[in-house]
């Protein structure tokens, strides 16, 4: 079925390096995609996104990554920082028809921790 | 400006019973969907209403149902609670049907409790 996952569940980075979170996706139909950011107790915060006509985007401090050949997401964060800590998804787009119209579904994916030790 | 609210922030509730959640989105947003997420997983569709009308739902049972208002909150139903049920509910908001590039954003979600 479709699915939307992860290579790393955890990632434990030193403040100040550079993270990398990776997201695999099977639905070559995907026409968006978008970086979540989940802390303790909230729901997810919008990061950065990107379409699938795209295969960089840059944001303050993050960066997207999309490469359609081998349906693989990642996001870049420069300089982490504690507040960084979290668990990040990366969520498809994908735009389905029912009853005439049309509508957009996001499947998530189950998510990686990231730490950032001071 | 106002994000997504929701209400209740917690809630418990006992096997077979119904319980109501509510959500309003963001003002000038007409699309509510919503999402089950499990501890330790990312969040699965339910249903997306717009304009009133329920336009997609994902694989979930009959016993959940939902309702937009004309002032576009909306309002998740579920009967006869299982314990498989205790999840974060979530709901989020777009100025559309969420279609590409029209982001959806989340409210900070009603944590269900079933017993």
């Known amino acids: 079925g479709e699915s939307v996952g992860l290579h790393l569940p955890t990632l434990s980075v030193q403040e100040g390096d550079n993270s990398i979170i990776n997201c695999a996706y099977s639905n070559s139909a995907s026409d968006y995609f978008i970086w979540y950011k989940q802390e303790s107790g909230k729901g997810p915060q919008f990061i950065i996104d990107i379409r699938s006509n795209m295969d960089k985007r840059q944001g303050q401090r993050v960066t997207v990554l999309l490469n359609k050949t081998v349906k693989h997401l990642s996001l870049q964060i420069a300089a982490t920082q504690p507040g960084d800590s979290a668990v990040y998804f990366c969520a498809e787009n994908i735009t389905l028809y029912a009853g005439g119209t049309s509508y957009g579904k996001l499947t998530f994916g189950q998510g990686t921790i990231l730490t950032v030790h001071p | 400006d106002a994000g997504v609210t929701q209400s209740p922030t917690h809630l418990i509730k006992t096997r077979g019973q119904h319980v109501t959640l509510r959500c309003s989105p963001i003002?000038?947003?007409?699309?509510v969907s919503w999402y089950q997420q499990v501890l330790g997983q990312g969040p699965q569709f339910i249903f997306q209403y717009y304009e009133k009308e329920e336009r997609g739902r994902g694989n979930f049972p009959d016993r959940f149902s939902a309702r937009q208002f004309p002032n576009y909150s909306s309002e998740l139903n579920v009967n006869a609670l299982l314990l498989g049920d205790s999840a974060l509910y979530l709901c989020?908001?777009?100025?559309?049907?969420?279609?590409?590039?029209?982001?959806?954003?989340f409210g900070p979600g009603t944590r269900l409790t079933v017993l």
């Open positions: 989020a908001s777009t100025v559309g049907r969420g279609l590409i590039s029209d982001t959806q954003y």
């Open positions: 003002s000038g947003h007409k699309s």
